[in-house]
Each structure stands twice: as structure tokens, then as C-alpha cells.
């Protein structure tokens, strides 16, 4: 919808530039489109923020799509001021054309955002980060944890990773180490599902995360 609309302002600007027209009513057209503009600034950044929150691609292109909106009014306020001080009616329709560059490029960059949900894309650098110290400070009388993996999914982050262990160690004293980890992934962050491979020492990389 975003492109849709980026591509009609085009056609509008473009027609604009070949035959101009006066603008009429410019000051009350001034007052309702910075009324309006307000308004969705508010809310595009309650949109937004909610939705990266939660996860929700949706929501974040929704907010997205209406700061595009945002832009439009501004572009508005700006072109219609500059022609009713300079009286050349040709900036209108070249200010909207910029605009709509920026509109596209607001599409663009929401198609790819959702496009990275869709694919279960891994956890950011940060997230991925503090997964690691969790696990490292978690793992006491654990040897080591490797082939960590991490995706998203919705509001969803699945960690999958190998826990390495004494040969000698008991099931239950490997189960509660892997509860102890789960419990602080958990606590941490939300939405979360783990899935811990519990290893003997034989199968120790020595290059995974180092237990504190």
C-alpha cells in the first residue's frame, strides 16, 4: 500500500509539472494537515514502538505506513507555504514528488523488515549476546555449551543449543542444570522456547561458551 500510494503521488506531481494550478484555500488547508499531522506522529510512534515490543511485523508496518503518511502532510505544509511566499505553483508538485521518493523508500524498508520475520531470522548481536552470558553464568558443574542457535518466529525466540557434561554426572544433576538455564532464559526474556541437547565430555568442542 505504501509503494501503491509513493507511486500515485508520483503520477499527481508529475501531471502538476506540465499543468499547474493554484492552490486555493492554502491557509485553511495549512491548519487541518498540521492538525492532522500532529495526530499521526502520536500515534505512528505508539504503533511502532508497540510493535516491536511485541514482535508484530504488522503493527510496525502499519506504523510505518502511517509515518509515511506523516512525511506526505509535512511535504504538504511545506510546498503549499512555499508557493503562496514565492507564487511559483511548480514547487507544490516538485515537493511532492520528493515525498514520494521517500514514501517508496518507507515502503521498501518495510518490505524488507517483514520479510526478515517471515524468514526466522536470528537473534540481533545484543540479543544473541546476552543469551551467551545467561548460559556461561547458568551452566555451573557443566563443562561447556556449543552450537548455539537462535531464531525468531512471531513473538517467539527459539534457542537450541549443546550442553556438555561430566560422563559421570547423573540425569538428574544434568536436568537441573538445564532447568537452572531455562529458568534465567525465561526470566530475561520473553516468548521464549529452549531446547537444550544434553552431550558427555567426548563431545566437547572447547571452542563453544566457556562456563563461569
Known sequence: MIIAASLAIMHEA????????????????????SAATVINIVW????????RANKSASLVADGKHLMADVVTSIGVVVGVVLVVLTGIVQLDAAIAALVAV??????WGVLKESASGLMDQAAPPEELA????????????????H???TRHAGRATFIDFHLVVSSKMSVGDAHEICDRIEDALRAAMSDVIVAI????????????IVVI
Open 147 to 149: 552450537a548455539l542457535r
Open 44 to 51: 505512528a510512534g505508539i504503533l511502532i514502538r508497540q510493535g
Open 197 to 208: 541437547h544434553v552431550e558427555p565430555e567426548g563431545k566437547a568442542k572447547h571452542k563453544g
Open 14 to 33: 508529475y501531471s502538476g509539472l506540465l499543468a499547474p494550478k493554484p492552490i486555493d484555500a492554502a491557509w485553511t488547508g495549512l491548519a487541518v494537515s
Open 102 to 107: 521517500h514514501v517508496l523508500w518507507s515502503g
Open 130 to 145: 546476552l543469551i551467551r552470558e545467561i548460559i556461561s553464568v547458568n551452566a555451573t558443574n557443566a563443562i561447556e555449551a
